[in-house]
C-alpha cells in the first residue's frame, strides 16, 4: 500500500482523505498495525487506481486450498503468510 501511494505520489493525508479517514489509520494500515478489511482494501485500491490483485501480485501459492484450523486439502498445516499486506488483513 505504501509503495502504490508513494508511487502514484499522494501523502497519508491524501490517501486518508479520499477514503474518509484520518491519516493515522492509513500509518497503522502501512505499518501492519490494523487489519484491513476487504470493503477497505477495495476502497484502498479504488484511490490509489489499480485493482485489489495488485495487493497480492508476487504471493507464493503455499497457503492455496487452506481449509479450516489451518489443514489444506493435503493434510499439512499452511504456513502464516509474511507478506505485511495479508498480515495486515489477517492479523
Not at 499522494?10 to 479517514?21: C, F, N, P, S, V
Not at 505499518?31 to 501480485?57: C, H, K, M, P, T
Request: aromatic letters at 8%; a positive charge.
Amino acid at each position: 500500500m505504501r509503495q502504490r501511494r508513494w508511487l502514484v505520489g499522494k501523502t497519508q493525508g491524501e490517501l486518508a482523505e479520499a477514503l474518509g479517514i484520518r491519516f493515522q489509520q492509513v500509518q497503522k494500515y502501512e505499518s501492519g498495525a490494523n487489519r484491513i478489511s476487504a470493503s477497505r482494501l477495495w476502497d484502498i485500491a479504488q484511490a490509489l487506481s489499480v485493482s485489489v490483485g495488485y495487493f497480492f501480485e508476487g504471493l507464493e501459492q503455499e497457503g492455496a486450498g487452506a481449509g479450516k484450523e489451518g489443514q489444506n486439502t493435503q493434510g499439512s498445516t499452511a504456513k502464516p503468510c509474511a507478506h505485511p499486506t495479508v498480515r495486515a488483513m489477517t492479523g
